[in-house]
């Protein structure tokens, strides 16, 4: 074989590993199917159970994970867990979905108009500066104790990622893309809904669960604010009442349900961004 045709075979045969073919990613995947995450938190919590158990640490303040599973299997038999969860939940849930939407509707707004980046744009990022801790006497004031100002502060919380994510989406379009549509003559409404959204969608996803995340955070100032149930509040109670346990069980739950948010965040977006060819797979 001439040295022409082993050069032009050459790039396809001198790919490295980390550029292999997907089928080998889900064969690696295959071998491993307990999630590799779960190593390392197991690790920690079977060393601090040996330490505590060998008598080198007294485990008052830092109980073992034995003890913390035990407060966590309590409160979920007397249903006071559940109760705290949903609160939780349902408030995150609510300030998610409004702040999410107008984050949506001004970060497109903003991305998409010069007018209206320059109108609305430095009012938000000075906002964006105030700690969420500033706003929760505000809020108390205009709403009061009760639901409306804790979900108002969650939303807060959740608007600014989603708010960035989505105008630097936006304004981050190749310019190219607009302009073959532009040669095919699409109308503007094909315009977005073929080129311009697709093109947008993978910053909307990645800023939804980063103001997921930050809803998360946010939920523990606005559950501070009186209120009378929910993970925010049992952690309070157990920092009043010198309950170790029961706070770490609070963090282990808020941990838990933070997860399995953001896991249903991804699936739920996964058709969306379906279409990207991606050197790597997605996690």
Same mark, same amino acid.
């Given at each position: 074989?001439?040295?022409?045709?082993?050069?032009?075979?050459?790039?396809?045969?001198?790919?490295?590993?980390?550029?292999?073919?997907?089928?080998?990613?889900?064969?690696?995947?295959?071998?491993?199917?307990?999630?590799?995450?779960?190593?390392?938190?197991?690790?920690?919590?079977?060393?601090?159970?040996?330490?505590?158990?060998?008598?080198?640490?007294?485990?008052?303040?830092?109980?073992?994970?034995?003890?913390?599973?035990?407060?966590?299997?309590?409160?979920?038999?007397?249903?006071?867990?559940?109760?705290?969860?949903?609160?939780?939940?349902?408030?995150?849930?609510?300030?998610?979905?409004?702040?999410?939407?107008?984050?949506?509707?001004?970060?497109?707004?903003? /991305?998409?108009? %010069?007018?209206?980046?320059?109108? @609305?744009?430095?009012?938000? #990022?000075?906002?964006? $500066? +105030?700690?969420?801790? =500033?706003?929760?006497?505000?809020?108390?004031?205009?709403?009061?104790?009760?639901?409306?100002?804790?979900?108002?502060?969650?939303?807060?919380?959740?608007?600014?990622?989603?708010?960035?994510?989505?105008?630097?989406?936006?304004?981050?379009?190749?310019?190219?893309?607009?302009?073959?549509?532009?040669?095919?003559?699409?109308?503007?409404?094909?315009?977005?809904?073929?080129?311009?959204?697709?093109?947008?969608?993978?910053?909307?996803?990645?800023?939804?669960?980063?103001?997921?995340?930050?809803?998360?955070?946010?939920?523990?100032?606005?559950?501070?604010?009186?209120?009378?149930?929910?993970? /925010?509040?049992? %952690?309070?109670?157990?920092?009043? @009442?010198?309950?170790?346990? #029961?706070?770490?069980? $609070? +963090?282990?739950?808020? =941990?838990?349900?933070?997860?399995?948010?953001?896991?249903?965040?991804?699936?739920?977006?996964?058709?969306?961004?379906?279409?990207?060819?991606?050197?790597?797979?997605?996690?």
């Amino acid at each position: 074989m001439s040295a022409t045709g082993m050069a032009g075979t050459s790039p396809a045969m001198t790919l490295s590993e980390d550029e292999a073919s997907p089928g080998e990613t889900v064969s690696a995947r295959r071998r491993f199917p307990l999630p590799l995450g779960l190593l390392l938190p197991l690790v920690l919590a079977l060393g601090w159970e040996g330490v505590v158990r060998f008598g080198l640490a007294s485990g008052r303040l830092m109980p073992p994970p034995s003890h913390i599973l035990a407060t966590l299997w309590s409160l979920a038999a007397s249903g006071e867990l559940w109760t705290h969860l949903w609160a939780t939940t349902w408030r995150v849930a609510v300030g998610f979905g409004l702040g999410a939407a107008a984050g949506i509707v001004l970060g497109a707004l903003c /991305g998409a108009s %010069l007018l209206g980046r320059r109108l @609305l744009d430095p009012t938000l #990022q000075a906002f964006r $500066a +105030i700690p969420s801790i =500033a706003w929760v006497p505000l809020f108390i004031l205009w709403l009061g104790i009760f639901e409306a100002s804790k979900v108002t502060l969650i939303a807060v919380g959740v608007f600014f990622p989603v708010y960035l994510g989505v105008m630097g989406g936006v304004l981050s379009v190749d310019r190219k893309l607009v302009e073959v549509g532009r040669v095919f003559r699409l109308p503007g409404v094909a315009l977005a809904r073929r080129i311009l959204l697709p093109a947008v969608l993978p910053e909307v996803v990645t800023s939804l669960r980063s103001g997921l995340g930050l809803g998360f955070m946010f939920v523990v100032a606005a559950e501070f604010m009186g209120a009378s149930e929910g993970l /925010g509040y049992l %952690l309070v109670d157990g920092q009043q @009442l010198g309950k170790p346990d #029961q706070i770490l069980a $609070a +963090i282990i739950a808020f =941990a838990l349900l933070g997860k399995l948010s953001d896991s249903l965040l991804v699936a739920a977006t996964a058709p969306l961004v379906r279409w990207q060819d991606r050197h790597r797979g997605r996690l």
